[in-house]
């Protein structure tokens, strides 16, 4: 990055992972501010009590003062899920990111879940997306939506398809303390993961290169996700749930849907295109990793 560079983030929807990067940002010693969106009031109040500044939209109408926010940004992430009809940001924001005179950067977080079902086999982003439940096929949407407008506006857009996130106060650990834990057992089936600080870290880097492109961000090993918690579970000394058959599990349906898509997702792209191996490569070492930083 040129000297003198600065930096100016703006985040649709402040959760777990926004909040990482945001913080990978400002280690990066790039970031000159941090802004970005939370649903509630309350939410955006804590945060902003915490340092970064939020402001409110709930993707129903317009953010009062996300405009304003936008003006100045120089680098913007969406990690907003679309609704029925589309992207909530570029409906409600859409003319205002038109008007940010210093916008040099897009970033949409997408998910896995746009490939579909492989039945287990190995795959990368010259795969077909064949979405297999409703939350997918609208990420489908979003993405062509963000490609068609980061064209338009003749800006760089990087879309991370994101596998399954976890981290400190999200992972098996915190299912096994509480009593939720269950080692769901479907033959065959395998999932990837992704630490919420290989997240971080590749946010931001990708930002401070202008990366451009669709990049799977996932874990270096697949693993069936009853192997994750009995694996958790011996770390904490813990007696791991018994097994459940997937056919008589109980689950929510959106559960399982989770588990119609069954797949490897390869990596290799967002690697070679940062020169990095991931922080976390695997469970074991993300979760060795979350109960360190415990103790």
Same mark, same amino acid.
């Given at each position: 990055?040129?000297?003198?560079?600065?930096?100016?983030?703006?985040?649709?929807?402040?959760? !777990?992972?926004?909040?990482?990067?945001?913080?990978?940002? *400002?280690?990066?010693?790039?970031?000159?501010?941090?802004?970005?969106?939370? *649903?509630?009031?309350?939410?955006?109040?804590?945060?902003?009590?915490?340092?970064?500044? @939020? $402001?409110? !939209?709930?993707?129903?109408?317009?953010?009062?003062? +996300?405009?304003?926010?936008? *003006?100045?940004?120089?680098?913007?992430?969406?990690?907003?899920?679309?609704?029925?009809?589309?992207?909530?940001?570029?409906?409600?924001?859409?003319?205002?990111?038109?008007?940010?005179?210093?916008?040099?950067?897009?970033?949409?977080?997408?998910?896995?879940?746009?490939?579909?079902?492989?039945?287990?086999?190995?795959?990368?982003?010259?795969?077909?997306? +064949?979405?297999?439940?409703?939350?997918?096929?609208?990420? $489908?949407?979003?993405?062509?939506?963000?490609?068609?407008?980061?064209?338009?506006?003749?800006?760089?857009?990087?879309?991370?398809? /994101?596998?399954?996130?976890?981290?400190?106060?999200?992972?098996? #650990?915190?299912?096994?303390?509480?009593? @939720?834990?269950?080692?769901?057992?479907?033959?065959?089936?395998? #999932?990837?993961?992704?630490? +919420?600080?290989?997240?971080?870290?590749?946010?931001?880097?990708?930002?401070? *290169?202008?990366?451009?492109? +669709?990049?799977?961000?996932?874990?270096?090993?697949?693993?069936?996700?009853?192997?994750?918690?009995?694996?958790?579970?011996?770390?904490?000394?813990?007696?791991?749930?018994?097994?459940?058959? #997937?056919?008589?599990?109980?689950?929510?349906?959106?559960?399982?849907? #989770?588990?119609?898509?069954?797949?490897?997702?390869?990596?290799?792209?967002?690697?070679?295109? /940062?020169?990095?191996?991931?922080?976390?490569?695997?469970?074991?070492?993300?979760?060795?990793?979350?109960?360190?930083?415990?103790?």
């Amino acid at each position: 990055m040129e000297r003198g560079y600065l930096m100016r983030s703006f985040f649709f929807g402040l959760g !777990f992972s926004s909040q990482a990067s945001v913080e990978a940002l *400002r280690k990066s010693g790039e970031l000159v501010s941090a802004l970005g969106t939370v *649903r509630t009031t309350d939410k955006a109040e804590r945060l902003t009590r915490e340092g970064i500044k @939020t $402001v409110v !939209f709930d993707g129903s109408a317009p953010g009062p003062e +996300v405009a304003e926010g936008l *003006r100045n940004s120089s680098h913007v992430i969406v990690s907003i899920a679309p609704d029925a009809e589309g992207d909530l940001v570029l409906r409600h924001h859409g003319a205002d990111l038109d008007a940010a005179p210093e916008l040099e950067w897009l970033c949409y977080y997408s998910t896995v879940g746009v490939y579909g079902d492989f039945d287990g086999a190995w795959i990368d982003e010259t795969a077909p997306l +064949v979405p297999r439940n409703m939350r997918s096929d609208l990420r $489908v949407v979003a993405e062509n939506q963000w490609r068609d407008y980061a064209q338009r506006r003749g800006v760089p857009l990087c879309i991370l398809r /994101l596998a399954g996130i976890y981290g400190p106060g999200r992972s098996g #650990f915190d299912k096994l303390r509480n009593g @939720t834990a269950q080692r769901i057992v479907k033959p065959g089936q395998v #999932f990837n993961r992704i630490h +919420v600080a290989d997240i971080a870290r590749v946010t931001a880097l990708a930002a401070e *290169r202008r990366l451009a492109g +669709v990049y799977n961000l996932s874990d270096d090993e697949p693993a069936p996700p009853q192997d994750v918690i009995a694996h958790a579970a011996g770390l904490i000394g813990m007696e791991a749930p018994p097994d459940l058959p #997937f056919a008589t599990a109980q689950m929510s349906a959106m559960q399982k849907s #989770f588990y119609r898509d069954n797949k490897r997702v390869s990596n290799a792209a967002i690697k070679s295109a /940062l020169g990095i191996e991931l922080l976390h490569p695997s469970y074991r070492h993300g979760l060795a990793a979350i109960l360190e930083s415990e103790q």
